[in-house]
């Protein structure tokens, strides 16, 4: 270690030449001896033995001369310093040495490097020199999508213009239900196929969906993730178009596929809304307390349709800190007559207490092939607190976002970061995954005799579903 009474230290340039002198020997010396005349003659399992160690002794040889050529971290600044002055000695030698103690026993030898903080300061810059929005994303976390704006100039050239707007929207969170985005996006692709004309020696049911659909697709991904609904309308839409025979006349395929959007939006969005609605509130009795989360469309209009029926009733929303989007259903509700208790956290829980609730009624995005539900953050808390209170809890979902495929049972496999708190200081997942054991029953648009089924049969529904199809 260097100190005022040794001097200056070396340049860094003679430093690393007589540490790499000092490891490497000189060609004289590594040179290999003359071979015999007659050298013995060695197997094959021999030769790759020696060969295998000369290929090690070469890599050990340069590991070694690496390690000592390369100067130390800290021995830059002194060096600067000194360099200038010849042997005077550097004026801050005495900090410095101390700093040289302090790094040097935080980072013993044998021990990895630390690894720098995941806070939200990468300078992580992305093309066009502006900062990458993940850079800040915690690293455990790296594997979760997050929505980004993309700009229209970098979008693909075939992306139709309604397409652009709805991924600006969908970016910025002005279409945020998951219902919403899919609805918008099938009127979008309405237009794509009104716009579309087969070019010369194609066919539509070859060229629309490479060529036309999955550029528009791709740029709606960029920009958001696809909900569980967008996914399996898109699957719906292919399949249309891959039925098509290659003689089908452009203009015939095109009215089909448009009639098949129409009776989608009209079926599986419209009508299901309703008939869930319907259900859920013949559910609802007179006297009930029901305790539900945030605001969610289809449980304001089974509340609305209740009040409208005469029953009488008393709902506690819990709402989210920071959406707060529970307060526009509290407000709608108490324009409808109802007694409404408002709570801004999930504190509200404990205020209200879930064992005063009759019922606990949620909305979901989505549901697993395993019944688990796929909600907005915060919905399993107050789940497992009805659960453990004995309370009853109604999940509304429509089968359009019913996943036949993938199972969930945490929430860090499927979801999604929240732009707006995506750094190690203001960190918040979207969305959170309730086991199937939690939730009581679960309302759909199709449903037999009773109106509702447990959440583990929703593979049983998709199939009875498929059968009336």
Excluded: W
Aim: proline share 7%; with cysteine; hydrophobic share 35%.
């Amino acid at each position: 270690m260097a100190t005022e009474a040794e001097g200056a230290p070396l340049p860094a340039d003679e430093t690393s030449s007589r540490a790499t002198s000092s490891t490497v020997p000189a060609p004289a010396e590594t040179a290999a001896a003359p071979a015999p005349a007659n050298p013995p003659k060695l197997s094959n399992a021999e030769l790759k033995a020696k060969q295998k160690a000369e290929k090690a002794a070469r890599r050990a040889q340069a590991k070694e001369a690496k390690a000592s050529a390369t100067p130390a971290p800290t021995a830059a600044a002194p060096q600067q310093d000194g360099s200038k002055g010849g042997k005077q000695p550097s004026k801050g030698g005495k900090h410095e040495s101390s700093t040289q103690e302090q790094q040097s026993a935080a980072q013993r030898p044998g021990q990895p490097p630390r690894r720098p903080s995941m806070g939200g300061k990468r300078p992580s810059l992305v093309a066009g020199g502006e900062q990458d929005p993940r850079a800040a994303i915690p690293e455990c976390f790296s594997h979760i999508p997050m929505a980004k704006r993309i700009p229209t100039s970098q979008a693909n050239k075939d992306v139709h213009p309604a397409v652009l707007a709805l991924g600006q929207q969908m970016a910025t969170f002005s279409v945020r239900d998951s219902i919403a985005r899919l609805k918008y996006m099938l009127l979008a692709f309405r237009k794509v196929i009104e716009s579309y004309e087969t070019p010369k020696g194609n066919s539509l049911s070859r060229h629309f969906v490479p060529h036309v659909l999955n550029p528009q697709i791709e740029y709606l991904t960029e920009c958001r993730p696809m909900s569980f609904s967008m996914g399996n309308a898109i699957r719906l839409v292919k399949a249309k178009v891959n039925k098509f025979d290659i003689d089908t006349p452009e203009d015939e395929a095109k009215e089909a596929m448009l009639e098949m959007i129409d009776n989608f939006i009209n079926e599986r969005i419209t009508l299901a809304e309703l008939v869930i609605a319907r259900n859920a509130a013949d559910m609802i009795a007179d006297g009930d307390v029901i305790l539900t989360y945030r605001h969610h469309r289809l449980v304001e209009r089974a509340l609305r349709l209740a009040r409208r029926e005469g029953k009488h009733f008393e709902v506690h929303v819990v709402d989210d800190p920071f959406d707060q989007t529970g307060l526009q259903l509290a407000k709608v509700l108490r324009s409808e007559g109802v007694r409404v208790y408002y709570s801004p956290h999930l504190g509200g829980t404990h205020q209200v207490g879930v064992r005063r609730a009759s019922k606990v009624i949620v909305g979901g995005e989505a549901i697993f092939a395993n019944g688990s539900l796929y909600g907005a953050a915060g919905t399993c808390d107050l789940c497992i607190a009805a659960a453990d209170a004995g309370t009853p809890v109604v999940a509304l979902c429509e089968t359009i976002n019913f996943d036949r495929d993938r199972v969930s049972t945490d929430s860090l496999t499927y979801n999604e970061i929240d732009p707006e708190r995506g750094s190690g200081e203001a960190f918040r997942l979207m969305f959170d995954t309730t086991r199937e054991k939690y939730l009581t029953v679960v309302v759909t648009e199709y449903e037999s005799e009773t109106g509702n089924s447990p959440a583990q049969s929703i593979l049983a529904i998709l199939r009875k579903q498929e059968d009336q199809v």
